[in-house]
């Protein structure tokens, strides 16, 4: 079992600057890719960066330059951080953390409890 602590999020205006964080405990051994996804009103969940053991990111095309994802492992917990530059009212959403795990050929899916971000224009 993995379990994550979102923090970080809040208000900001247009062209500002926030930055969420992740921490991730339990089997963390087990983890294979961290990452983040957001989901605004009535819309689906979507990507928006995901950083994997071995070093390699992924972003979705609407946050390539802006956004940047890094991640921090220690000897208890794994830390994902998404650094959120140039944000536009459009960012605005619930950022969800996730960790995939596999261990003995299971692929398992954990999710934070999601942190707000608004972006004010």
């Known amino acids: 079992q993995v379990q994550l602590a979102e923090s970080g999020g809040g208000l900001v205006q247009a062209g500002g600057s926030l930055r969420v964080s992740c921490a991730a405990s339990?089997?963390?051994?087990?983890?294979?890719?961290m990452g983040w996804y957001r989901q605004a009103p009535g819309k689906e969940r979507e990507l928006v960066a995901t950083?994997?053991?071995?070093?390699?990111?992924?972003?979705a095309d609407f946050v390539k330059g802006r956004f940047t994802i890094s991640r921090e492992n220690a000897k208890n917990t794994v830390t994902v951080y998404l650094q959120m530059n140039s944000l536009k009212p459009e960012d605005t959403a619930v950022y969800y953390c996730?960790?995939?795990?596999?261990?003995?050929?299971?692929?398992?899916?954990?999710w934070g409890q999601g942190t707000q971000v608004t972006v004010s224009s």
């Open positions: 996730n960790a995939v795990t596999l261990r003995w050929g299971t692929i398992k899916d954990y």
């Open positions: 339990g089997s963390i051994f087990s983890i294979n890719t």
């Open positions: 950083a994997t053991s071995g070093g390699r990111t992924n972003y």
